[in-house]
């Protein structure tokens, strides 16, 4: 057990006490970006959860947005009922989060944060997203995703 990863420990435990058995797998050639973790999983870049945080005025929100799309932040800043959207730092992200940035998952974070489901995951049988580390993912079907996070099914999509 003392070669897996503390963050990915608390993962697999933040799924299973929301009733959702994850199974982690490593890919030692990183899984950083959405096309790294496509190429390494073997999957479309549109089955990727990138996990993004932002601040919406002085809130730090979480939107999951498919891998093959872009963020819009004006979007985001209106689902979360607020007017101004900016990215964070890496500091900020491991604050909120816990984890950081290339490693955060949808779920499982040191503070409660509001979440926003790009609705593009909802169309595949299974997504995959990091497990807390540049290079442990999991898969998972979106709806379930979206229970355990408890997130917000919105659009996010730029046009």
């Not at 973790?37 to 990138?50: N, S, Y």
Request: glycine share 10%; aromatic share 6%.
């Amino acid at each position: 057990m003392s070669d897996i990863h503390p963050n990915v420990v608390r993962v697999t435990a933040a799924a299973k006490e929301r009733g959702l058995e994850i199974s982690t797998r490593r890919f030692p050639e990183g899984t950083k970006t959405a096309a790294d973790a496509a190429a390494a999983i073997g999957v479309t870049v549109g089955q990727i959860v990138k996990s993004l945080v932002f601040g919406v005025d002085n809130e730090i929100v979480m939107a999951l947005v498919s891998g093959s799309n872009q963020l819009d932040e004006k979007k985001l800043a209106l689902a979360a009922g607020g007017s101004k959207c900016a990215r964070v730092d890496a500091d900020a992200v491991r604050e909120a989060t816990g984890y950081p940035i290339g490693g955060v998952p949808p779920f499982g974070h040191s503070t409660q944060l509001r979440v926003f489901v790009d609705p593009d995951l909802l169309q595949y049988d299974e997504v995959w997203a990091a497990a807390g580390t540049w290079n442990d993912n999991f898969g998972a079907n979106p709806n379930d995703i979206v229970r355990v996070a408890g997130g917000v099914v919105t659009d996010l999509k730029r046009a």
